[in-house]
């Protein structure tokens, strides 16, 4: 195997996908389809091709889930309430209408009386500061990084500096 080779076969891929899903070398060389998991996965591991793919893999990950909240949020903040209303009004709802309804946003359903329902709903207000929390870090984070990494390559400028002037 040459470990500078750039681009991935399927199996590596594929165990690139599944090590990130499952954080078990050998359980995701097995799932990729290789002949000896234990062998595959140590030698998978240490090659830097492999180890930017699995880390690619875990950045899509993150921003998948960062979006699918921020999706939910969405959904809870301005989401439509009127299947909820419309269960409300109907007496007795057959399975298929209850499973065609959108009740996304409802947070909790009673019947604390005979013909009576309580349907408590998920705070919009909460969603929507969640939604203006979650944008404004997403901001703040990116700026204090890039500070961050230009704070450091000055500071290593300003070390070869110093060693090269101790140097001479």
Do not use: H
């Not at 359980?27 to 290789?34: L, Q, V």
């Not at 269960?87 to 359903?109: C, K, T, W």
């Amino acid at each position: 195997m040459n470990p500078k080779r750039k681009e991935l076969n399927a199996k590596e891929k594929l165990f690139c996908f599944y090590f990130a899903e499952c954080g078990n070398a050998e359980r995701a060389a097995n799932k990729a389809g290789f002949l000896n998991p234990q062998k595959a996965s140590a030698g998978l591991l240490i090659r830097k091709d492999i180890q930017t793919a699995i880390e690619e893999r875990f950045r899509q990950r993150e921003k998948m889930a960062k979006q699918q909240s921020l999706s939910g949020y969405e959904k809870l903040a301005f989401g439509d309430v009127s299947d909820a209303v419309r269960l409300i009004f109907s007496n007795e709802p057959s399975e298929e209408q209850l499973r065609e309804y959108d009740l996304f946003n409802v947070a909790e359903i009673k019947r604390p009386k005979e013909g009576a329902m309580e349907i408590k709903f998920f705070d919009r207000l909460k969603a929507l500061e969640r939604l203006e929390m979650a944008g404004m870090s997403e901001n703040r984070s990116e700026s204090d990084f890039y500070k961050a990494v230009i704070g450091g390559i000055k500071q290593a400028e300003e070390c070869q500096e110093e060693i090269e002037r101790d140097d001479s």
